[in-house]
Nanobody
Framework: QVQLVESGGGLVQAGGSLRLSCAASGRTFSTYAMGWFRQAPGKERKFVAAINWSGSWTYYADSVKGRFTISRDNTKNTVYLQMNSLKPEDTAAYYC?????????????????WGQGTQVTVSS
């Protein structure tokens, strides 16, 4: 069992930056691929970024490519999402997720554990 706790969300002006963190419990964190997803009110949950177990592979949604960076520190059981050049359309609840399959995926169904989410609001 893995528990995930996100932090770092908040209110920021367009063009600003935030860094989200996702702290994981358990000794097997380093074997999991991790992903970030987001969900705006009334909309489905969408893929944002993924990273494999070692950090050697990352993948991004087109909408955030070049602005967001996913990274991980396996010594701290933490995955990060650095978000730069934020836009109002980035406003959503952001969720991290863990995939026991090691590789990462764009599909929410591939992930085994989810955090509770952290709200990001970007004002224009």
């Amino acid at each position: 069992q893995v528990q995930l706790v996100e932090s770092g969300g908040g209110l920021v002006q367009a063009g600003g930056s935030l860094r989200l963190s996702c702290a994981a419990s358990g000794r097997t964190f380093s074997t999991y691929a991790m992903g970030w997803f987001r969900q705006a009110p009334g909309k489905e949950r969408k893929f944002v970024a993924a990273i494999n177990w070692s950090g050697s592979w990352t993948y991004y949604a087109d909408s955030v490519k070049g602005r967001f960076t996913i990274s991980r520190d396996n010594t701290k059981n933490t995955v990060y999402l650095q978000m730069n050049s934020l836009k109002p359309e980035d406003t959503a609840a952001y969720y991290c997720a863990a995939d026991r399959g090691h590789s990462g995926s764009v599909y929410p169904s591939a992930y085994d554990y989810w955090g509770q989410g952290t709200q990001v609001t970007v004002s224009s």
